[in-house]
């Protein structure tokens, strides 16, 4: 275990504990309110997925919101089939006669989690073998990915019967969960997001630090001499796609039980980019960091809309190419610096040459072909 | 018959649209490798200008074009020199700033002239429709296509015939060397950034007779225009022009086939599958990098 792996674990406990003990205890366990945390942290966790993908790997997923989307209708089609007998509504007003097939399956709920989790999984994974086969890196995989999310979107609107179209799914049930019937506005559901918030960045930190993150990190920086040394960088980069993929779909189930409806806009262009906002603020290198970075900026959103209702958005836009211009590594990248420095500082500047050199020069990862 | 006539018709104008915007797109992208996802907002600006000068000073869309050339240009050369500049190494992070300055550039026109739609009147030199036998060409449009084609010609002659278009050149095949011949590659940045800019202000200024002017509307017509640089090659003038007219014709015949949504599903489809094949696109330029 190394002094970064140990740093990580003690930010992610304090991470935890934040969540889990903090937050509740600020809100004075307000049902309204931790409902709307619990958004932030199903949005922390479909960033956090980026962060795997972009960061670690340094492939730009431009289409997270179609996984984040296909896990998020899994459980409302689960939902919807719960709340109605027989039909659900908008396929009557479709004229949809018989329960699709499709449909049929997602009666069950220990099926609507399994296909929640692996739809997305397989979906990315049939991307990511097309394009990593064919060594696409940089600019094109951000390029593929965006079409492919403009296309599932415009699929998923177009087939009415199936999708309740621009509507989406609405008028959904509660979830029933081994007996518990969850009631969005009560500090148990909140718990059971913290929870899988938690978890998820566990597997992060861990996949981050693990050998397989190495080889990532290495892919990020040189494809090519990553692949002299034997590696096959095509399915590393397949692994963690799916892998990405897997949590947004998670995140998306979770963001639907918290909202109640599924809507087509979850797929939509500028979802999936602010997605990569978070991700970018937060810093990308970091699970944890990245994670952060949504909770902030949508804590900031639900605060400062309210007063500026117009002006929020400006001031994102100008929040956030400030941030890509001066902190391309995010707030995550200041506080490294600024450990750094002070380490640095303490020590006296002994040995300062020598070890500059041996720093990762984490900052020029962007400089792709 | 007619039906296919009347669709490679529809197909051809919105190919025409495409070129422009994908233009500015694909000699920004081709120059500095800045994929600017700020182009749509640039189409808006345009769009916008073109209703303003009609609404305030009332000038016709055809007087106002080379004011809106100038004024969008104007806007790009500002936006390159205070942050593209500055992203020049980081290609993957000119995706984000260009898209928070997309952001930046709805957000102010939304809140300066409101998000409702605007109405600009096409010229009355171009009303009426040209008909031969069962095809019938709106005159507008007809004038759309000739002018992609001039505004091509002109880009080409551009690059291939003045003195910018050499050191243009020189950049683009290695930066560092034209810069020991004292050729400003800064400059010669600012300048390409402008100029792509400015034609993507005549194409919303063309377009506001056709689609609605609103604040959101150059983000769908963005996505198009990149993916028609992409299958183009990057910086190819031909290959953005071939793009844009097989992009345009396949959505319309698809469209025919199926519908509007199915075949623009198939159209994308198409695209993914043809950059996995061909990722330099169909017309590679040779430059060294």
Redesign the interface.
């Known amino acids: 275990m190394n002094s970064r792996f140990f740093y990580d674990l003690i930010a992610l406990a304090l991470f935890s504990a934040v969540i889990v003990l903090g937050v509740p205890a600020l809100m004075g366990y307000d049902g309204f309110e931790l409902n709307t945390f619990a958004r932030y942290l199903s949005l922390a966790i479909v960033s956090m997925a980026l962060a795997l993908s972009w960061g670690t790997a340094g492939l730009l997923n431009l289409g997270q919101a179609a996984t984040f989307g296909m896990g998020a209708y899994a459980m409302a089609m689960h939902l919807k089939l719960r709340a109605s007998d027989g039909l659900p509504d908008f396929m009557g007003w479709n004229n949809v006669e018989k329960l699709p097939a499709v449909w049929v399956p997602f009666e069950s709920l220990s099926f609507t989690l399994l296909a929640g989790l692996l739809v997305p999984a397989a979906v990315g994974g049939l991307i990511a073998i097309f394009m990593f086969r064919a060594r696409i890196a940089g600019v094109f995989v951000a390029v593929i990915t965006l079409a492919f999310l403009v296309a599932f979107q415009l699929l998923v609107i177009e087939q009415q019967g199936l999708t309740g179209g621009q509507n989406g799914l609405t008028g959904l049930a509660p979830l029933t969960l081994f007996g518990w019937t969850v009631d969005t506005y009560s500090a148990s559901f909140y718990y059971l997001v913290a929870g899988c918030l938690t978890v998820a960045l566990a597997l992060g930190v861990y996949l981050s630090h693990s050998k397989f993150g190495l080889i990532l990190r290495a892919i990020r920086e040189d494809a090519e001499r990553t692949r002299f040394f034997g590696y096959n960088v095509a399915t590393y980069q397949t692994v963690i796609f799916c892998i990405s993929a897997a949590l947004a779909g998670w995140a998306g189930m979770l963001y639907v039980l918290v909202l109640e409806f599924a809507s087509p806009t979850y797929m939509g262009v500028s979802f999936s980019l602010a997605i990569v906002i978070w991700c970018a603020v937060g810093g990308r290198e970091s699970v944890l960091a990245a994670a952060a970075g949504a909770i902030i900026v949508n804590v900031l959103e639900g605060r400062l809309s309210d007063v500026f209702v117009e002006g929020w958005h400006m001031l994102l836009g100008i929040v956030f190419v400030l941030v890509v211009m001066f902190m391309p590594r995010g707030i995550y990248g200041v506080i490294v610096d600024v450990v750094h420095k002070i380490n640095e500082a303490r020590r006296g500047g002994r040995q300062n040459a020598a070890e500059e050199a041996l720093l990762p020069a984490t900052i020029q990862t962007n400089r792709e072909r | 018959m007619d039906v296919v006539f009347n669709q490679l018709f529809a197909g051809l104008s919105m190919a025409s649209i495409l070129l422009i915007i994908a233009l500015g797109l694909a000699i920004i992208y081709g120059t500095m490798g800045v994929?600017n996802l700020a182009h749509g907002e640039f189409v808006m600006l345009g769009a916008y200008t073109t209703w303003a000068l009609q609404n305030f000073v009332g000038l016709g869309v055809l007087t106002a074009l080379p004011l809106v050339f100038v004024a969008v240009a104007a806007v790009g050369w500002i936006i390159e020199k205070l942050?593209v500049q500055?992203?020049y190494?980081?290609?993957?992070?000119t995706?984000?700033?260009t898209?928070?300055?997309?952001?930046?550039l709805?957000?102010?026109v939304?809140?300066s002239v409101g998000a409702e739609s605007r109405f600009v009147k096409s010229p009355a030199l171009l009303s009426g429709n040209t008909e031969i036998g069962a095809l019938v060409m709106s005159n507008y449009r007809l004038f759309v296509i000739a002018f992609s084609i001039f505004v091509l010609v002109g880009s080409w002659m551009l690059m291939t015939r003045t003195e910018f278009g050499t050191k243009l050149r020189a950049v683009i095949q290695n930066r560092g060397i034209s810069e020991c011949y004292g050729i400003e590659s800064k400059r010669v940045y600012s300048i390409t950034f402008a100029y792509g800019a400015g034609l993507a202000g005549i194409a919303g200024a063309l377009i506001t007779p056709l689609f609605s002017t609103i604040p959101t509307m150059g983000?769908g017509l963005v996505?198009d225009a990149?993916?028609v640089v992409?299958v183009g090659g990057l910086g190819s003038l031909i290959g953005a022009a071939s793009a844009a007219i097989l992009i345009g014709e396949a959505t319309a015949l698809m469209s025919a086939v199926m519908n509007d949504?199915?075949g623009?599903?198939a159209v994308?489809?198409g695209?993914?599958i043809l950059?996995?094949?061909r990722?330099r696109g169909l017309f590679p330029s040779d430059t060294r990098?």
């Open positions: 994929i942050m500055r992203l190494h980081r290609p993957l992070d995706i984000l700033a898209w928070g300055i997309g952001i930046m709805q957000q102010a939304r809140l983000t996505v990149f993916l992409i949504t199915l623009r599903i994308l489809a695209i993914i950059i996995r094949f990722p990098n």
